[in-house]
Nanobody
Framework: QVQLVESGGGLVQAGGSLRLSCAAS????????MGWYRQAPGKQRELVAVRTSGGSAHYADSAKGRFTVSRDNAKNTVYLQMNSLKPEDTAVYYC???????????WGQGTQVTVSS
């Protein structure tokens, strides 16, 4: 059973920074994608940023230039450095892990990020 445990959320003023961490435990393929999604009240969950085990990254347009997704494969941990935060970044941020072959998907419990204006 794969478990994803997030940390690092909180309350920050607009323009500030936060760093989210997500540690994965259990048995899963080394060929995977780890990253972050978010869900604001009344909205659908959306991709923020993901990084493959091979190192490629993909960002939502809203995250480009402000957020950086990184991972430590030895620690099975993915990070999201968020800079220049805006009130519209307020959401519950979810860690996600996808095994590519065979396909499996896992989610963390979510961590709240609140950006005040």
């Amino acid at each position: 059973q794969v478990q994803l445990v997030e940390s690092g959320g909180g309350l920050v003023q607009a323009g500030g920074s936060l760093r989210l961490s997500c540690a994965a435990s259990g048995s899963f393929s080394g060929n995977n994608v780890m990253g972050w999604y978010r869900q604001a009240p009344g909205k659908q969950r959306e991709l923020v940023a993901v990084r493959t085990s091979g190192g490629s990254a993909h960002y939502a347009d809203s995250a480009k230039g402000r957020f950086t997704v990184s991972r430590d494969n030895a620690k099975n941990t993915v990070y999201l450095q968020m800079n220049s935060l805006k009130p519209e970044d307020t959401a519950v941020y979810y860690c996600n892990l996808v095994e590519l072959a065979p396909y499996s998907e896992f989610w963390g419990q979510g961590t709240q990020v609140t950006v005040s204006s």
